[in-house]
């Protein structure tokens, strides 16, 4: 009888450990919270080390619903709910499904197909976080570390003009009233959430940030700084202030984890270190110093720490470039993957026309490899020189187009690096040009200079026919163009410069057709010379590469006559190959016309605005 009490009593003990260690092993959520955006929503739980989380996802119909359920979960508060002002989704549901087993139900009301496809979740040690698809987006970018706003900038500004727009007004300020294009565009604001049913919990909508990365420690080895954390880390590129001379580096989507990191730490070399937060979105690293150009800021392969230093040397392996990978998403967007053989050390550097990867551990790369991937919108060519004072350290030079946004990832073992392009499209763009703005337009070569001939087809015929129709579209919106030629005749390159020079216009542009020994190449180049003419080269080429389906060759310098002795901002465009068969046939079609005039004409409306802009401040 004692024996048989014992064995329950020790069965009942067996039991109760291993429904105690099953709930202890648990995902017990303790809170759940949406973003001011109403663009994420987070959940947390009570153990900070807990990693073992498990999803499940369903689709189901009338109303159209995302379900996800997260195994071996309790949830603390049992129904919680949301009524969401969001594009895509319009309820989030909460709530207990089962206690044996253990799950938690996760329920999206979606708009339509696409709005439930564009639902992201994101796993990390303890959390799980759900990208509600505010944008429609082709890429996981659960592990980037660097990522650039598709918003302009510049909040004072109606426009973008880093921006393609489809489609472009133009108003014409003649000085006489104020025009409906000054007024601030309308901004999406988040309105409160509906109340919650009965015996539903209202999900918060939490003002701050959802971080993505939580610095945990700061600590510094003689002039080295190391910022450690938990989650994915992302960097701005560095930049300088002065008075007194800083070194910057702000880390978006992060948040200090405690007040007393909060702290300034004198360096070995008397230089100075302050970690905080910038914003509720930012963390900021500030270095105080006199030779700030000297520091670099080195994203470790894991991407949990950062380190400060003004080495170049990284003690790690040496890694080897094994492929280089470029995929065209569309006409907007594609992306470039570089991989290795062993984890990288690395530091990001952006500006509006080049992408600067140091590489601290990166042996000298096969020149081959390097090119030896397909062109596309964004993505042409790659440099690689060595990083000055180091045996193993390459700097990768990357030339974009200004207008487009970049994001890059890292894979979690540190050897692929993952480069998304995303030119900065938007449907609808208005600008303000001044009454009696004035643009010459030059149609290159004429009379007996033929310029470039394939098959009885004539670069001076194409140039003109071309530039007449250019001055048509700048005129119906107002701008007056004077042509160095309407007509077939001989005129001087100094005689171009000196009509322009006469009448002082506020651009400049010089048609032509490009030519080549080899039939096989074709595409679009624009060239500028002085100072003053590249922020028209930049913009005209963007329109022109965006517009056009024929290679970006690039936006170059050159010493062309015209563009070198005219006054005003001036560009040459080669708008294609007279010596490829299949673009000479389609520049001489209407629909490549068309496309041409429209991407040239926006573009310089572009400019126009811009500097009318620039002027009235």
């Known amino acids: 009888m004692n024996l048989s009490w014992g064995r329950i009593f020790f069965s009942f003990f067996i039991c109760l450990m291993l ?15 949406i973003d001011s955006t109403q663009k994420n929503l987070l959940i947390q739980g009570t153990n900070p080390n807990y990693q073992n989380i498990k999803l499940s996802r369903h689709v189901l119909s009338s109303p159209l619903r995302v379900i996800y359920d997260i195994y071996d979960a309790k949830l603390l508060n049992p129904k919680n709910s949301a009524v969401l002002n969001n594009p895509n989704v319009t309820e989030v549901r909460v709530a207990q499904f089962s206690t044996a087993p253990y799950v938690v139900r996760i329920v999206f009301y979606c708009k339509d197909d696409e709005s439930a496809k564009r ?13 509600l698809g505010s944008e429609k987006d082709n890429y996981d970018h659960s592990f980037f570390i660097f990522k650039e706003d598709q918003t302009s900038p510049d ?32 901004l999406h604001v988040a309105k409160p959430s509906a109340a919650p049913e009965p015996g539903w919990i209202q999900i918060p909508i939490s003002e701050e940030f959802l971080a993505r990365y939580t610095i945990m420690d700061i600590e510094t080895i003689q002039d080295k700084i190391v910022i450690k954390g938990k989650g994915i880390i992302s960097v701005a590129s560095p930049f300088v202030l002065s008075a007194p001379n800083r070194f910057v580096v702000d880390m978006p989507f992060s948040r200090v984890q405690k007040p007393d990191l909060n702290k300034t730490i004198t360096l070995s070399n008397g230089d100075k270190v302050r970690l905080g937060a910038f914003d509720a979105q930012t963390a900021r690293a500030v270095v105080e110093t006199s030779n700030f150009g000297a520091y670099n800021a080195i994203i470790s392969p894991n991407a949990e720490t950062l380190t400060i230093q003004k080495s170049n040397i990284v003690n790690a392996p040496v890694s080897n470039l094994t492929e280089v990978q470029s995929i065209n998403q569309n006409n907007y ?6 991989k290795f053989d062993k984890a990288i050390h690395h530091s990001i550097y952006k500006t509006k026309d080049e992408i600067k990867l140091k590489f601290y551990n990166l042996a000298t790369p096969n020149e081959q490899i390097l090119a030896n991937f397909d062109q596309t919108k964004q993505f042409r060519k790659i440099t690689s020189t060595p990083i000055e004072g180091t045996k193993n350290g390459q700097i990768f030079s990357i030339p974009i187009n200004p207008s487009a946004k970049a994001t890059i990832e890292l894979k979690p073992d540190g050897k692929e690096l993952t480069i998304f392009l995303k030119e900065n499209v938007q449907k609808q763009g208005t600008v303000i040009i001044k009454k009696g703005t004035t643009v010459v337009i030059d149609a290159g070569h004429g009379g007996s200079d033929y310029g470039a001939i394939r098959d009885d087809v004539n670069e001076k015929d194409l140039t003109l026919e071309l530039s007449q129709k250019l001055r048509d579209y700048l005129q119906k919106y107002g701008v007056k163009v004077i042509m160095t030629r309407d007509k077939d005749e001989t005129l001087s390159l100094q005689r171009r410069s000196e009509i322009s020079n006469e009448i002082n216009p506020n651009a400049f542009v010089s048609v032509h057709i490009n030519s080549f020994t080899r039939s096989d190449v074709k595409g679009l180049e624009t060239y500028w010379y002085q100072p003053q003419s590249k922020a028209l080269g ?16 690039g936006l170059q310098t050159a010493r062309f006559y015209v563009i070198n002795h005219t006054n005003a901002p001036s560009i040459l465009v080669e708008v294609g190959y007279i010596s490829n068969p299949d673009e000479r046939k389609e520049m001489q079609t209407s629909k ?11 573009g310089i409306l572009l400019y126009l605005g811009m500097m009318y802009e620039q002027q009235s401040k």
């Open 19 to 33: 429904s105690t260690t099953a709930f202890a092993e648990s995902f017990s959520i303790k809170s759940l919270s």
């Open 592 to 602: 490549r016309q068309k496309k041409t005039v429209k991407a040239i004409g926006d």
């Open 119 to 131: 639902i992201t979740p994101t796993v990390k040690s303890n959390s799980i976080s759900f990208n």
């Open 333 to 338: 967007s594609s992306k470039l993957i570089l």
């Open 538 to 553: 930049q913009i005209v080429h963007n329109y022109l590469t965006l517009s056009i389906d024929s290679p970006d060759r």
């Open 155 to 186: 909040i004072q500004s109606n426009v973008d003009y880093t921006a393609f727009y489809t489609n472009l007004n133009v108003i014409v300020d003649d000085g006489k009233k104020k025009t409906e294009a000054s007024k601030p565009q309308n």
